[in-house]
């Protein structure tokens, strides 16, 4: 039976550091990859919703007027 490699006697220290330093880059690169997805998508977005100046008016009027219904002191 196949040992893992974790205790292959034929693995150093150096093989594990150097793959956990590798995992880590790759980690850190998909994180900034899945970063500058989300911002293309954002402003993907943001340029469709430029077609529509009516609903991005209609929504910011409606979001107002919820934080003054919420802000507003109810009557004693």
Do not use: C
Not at 13 to 35: G, I
């Amino acid at each position: 039976m196949l040992q893992p490699f974790a205790d292959s006697p034929l693995q150093t220290p150096v093989d594990t550091d150097s793959k956990a330093r590798r995992k880590l880059l790759d980690q850190k690169r998909m994180e900034f990859r899945r970063a500058i997805e989300d911002l293309a998508e954002q402003r993907r977005l943001e340029h469709e919703l430029l077609d529509f100046p009516d609903l991005v008016a209609v929504r910011y009027l409606k979001a107002t007027q919820a934080v003054g219904r919420r802000s507003a002191r109810p009557a004693h």
